[in-house]
C-alpha cells in the first residue's frame, strides 16, 4: 500500500508516494481490488490474485486485511480472511453489527457479525447467492442505503440488485 501526496488540484506534475505497508509478499502478482473506512475509521482493503487475462483471475489468492498506524507512524496490516478469489465490495449495517463483503469469484455476498471496538468479524454467512438466485453476471462494488438496501452492482449483468436486509446479526 503506497500513501500519495497530491495537492487535489494539479493534475500535472509528479505525485510524492512512500510505500507503506507490503501485504501478500509472497504473491507479487496479487493486486489490491477494492477498500472502504469502517464507521470507526479503519480502513479494510482486499486483494486479488493475477490476471493473466481479462476476466480470468488465478482464485484462492487474495486476502481482507485493516491497517493500523502506530505512534511512530508505522502501518502494518492485518489479516481477516484467506484465500479470497477477488476482493469486491464492503458495507456495514445501520446498528453497526454486520459487515457485509463480496468475494467476486464466489459469486456471492456474505455477511459477518462484526465487533465495531475492536474491527473483528466472525460468524460467515450467505447473505445473497447469485447462482441460487439466477441473477446474471458477478457481484462487484457495493453500498447500503439508509433504509437498510444493500445495493450490489453487477460485473457482466449490466444492472444494480438490491437487497432489503434486516441486520443480519443473531
Known amino acids: 500500500m503506497t500513501e500519495v501526496t497530491w495537492d487535489g488540484e494539479n493534475i500535472e506534475g509528479v505525485l510524492e508516494g512512500r510505500t507503506l505497508v ?3 509478499s509472497d504473491k507479487p502478482d496479487n493486486r489490491f481490488n477494492d477498500g472502504k473506512a469502517d464507521p470507526k475509521g479503519r480502513l479494510w482493503a482486499g486483494t486479488m ?3 493473466p487475462e481479462v476476466g480470468v483471475v488465478t482464485p484462492k489468492q487474495g486476502s481482507l486485511f485493516t491497517f493500523k498506524t502506530s505512534v511512530n507512524g508505522i502501518v502494518s496490516a492485518v489479516t481477516h480472511l484467506r484465500e479470497i478469489d477477488i476482493s469486491n465490495g464492503l458495507a456495514w ?3 453497526n453489527s454486520t459487515m457485509y463483503y463480496i468475494d ?3 459469486r456471492a455476498v456474505f455477511g ?29 462494488g457495493m453500498t447500503i442505503d439508509r433504509d437498510g438496501n ?3 452492482a453487477c460485473f457482466g449483468g449490466s444492472q444494480f440488485c438490491s437487497e432489503l436486509l434486516n441486520d443480519e446479526a443473531e
Open 104 to 106: 467476486t469469484g464466489k
Open 49 to 51: 490474485g493475477p490476471e
Open 22 to 24: 507490503t501485504v501478500d
Open 93 to 95: 449495517s445501520s446498528d
Open 150 to 152: 444493500l445495493w450490489v
Open 112 to 140: 459477518f457479525n462484526f465487533n465495531i471496538e475492536e474491527g473483528e468479524i466472525s460468524r460467515r454467512r450467505v447473505i445473497l447467492d447469485f447462482e441460487s438466485n439466477n441473477i446474471t453476471g458477478s457481484p462487484d
